[in-house]
């Protein structure tokens, strides 16, 4: 089965706001967490200023010899980064879930300040349902999980 290592949300200005490890081989000290953050946040601003294509939009997938780590930025410019293992499958649709998590338990809480560290019971607890069923979306519907855009439309 794919394994999900690490899930990091990084804010508009660079800043970590959410991180979850779901292996404990894969845990990155909060140093390693808070740099790996800001560096992705200027790469994928650089990228996207020095691409030859009009309107491209950043990185969305750097693959290393032991992890994929694949973005999904949001309109807000709200990037959500899911590291996995090599070339594991249907990693948009389960970012796609877990934009539409975020929108649904973080932005619609009276109580979370945007651009803020997100501090969230409910929000966490789906993350987590959702890692733990990613094998079995994989095996159910693989076709539903392709029709899913990168936004779950």
């Keep these: 089965m794919s394994l999900i290592y ?31 953050a800001s ?6 601003a650089i990228a ?7 309107g491209c939009g ?14 999904l930025q949001a309109p807000t410019g709200t990037k959500f980064l899911l ?6 499958p249907q990693v948009t649709a389960l970012l796609g879930r877990i934009y539409e998590l975020y929108s649904d338990y973080v932005l619609k809480n009276p109580f979370y300040e945007v651009e803020q560290v997100i ?3 409910l929000f966490d607890e789906a993350v987590d349902l959702a890692v733990r069923r990613y094998p079995l979306m994989l095996l159910a519907a693989p076709q539903q999980a392709l029709m899913l855009g990168p936004l779950g439309a």
Excluded at 6 to 26: H, M, Q, T
Excluded at 39 to 44: P, R, T
């Design 119 to 121: 501090k969230c019971e």
């Design 48 to 54: 996207s200023q020095l691409s030859p294509v009009a």
């Design 83 to 88: 590291m996995v293992e090599p070339q594991c």
């Design 6 to 36: 690490s899930l990091y949300v990084v804010n508009k200005s660079g800043g970590l706001i959410f991180s979850r490890d779901f292996e404990p081989s894969a845990k990155l000290d909060l140093n390693d967490t808070l740099r790996l």
């Design 58 to 71: 950043g990185i969305e997938l750097m693959q290393a010899e032991s992890f994929d780590l694949h973005c």
């Design 39 to 44: 560096i992705w946040h200027s790469l994928h």
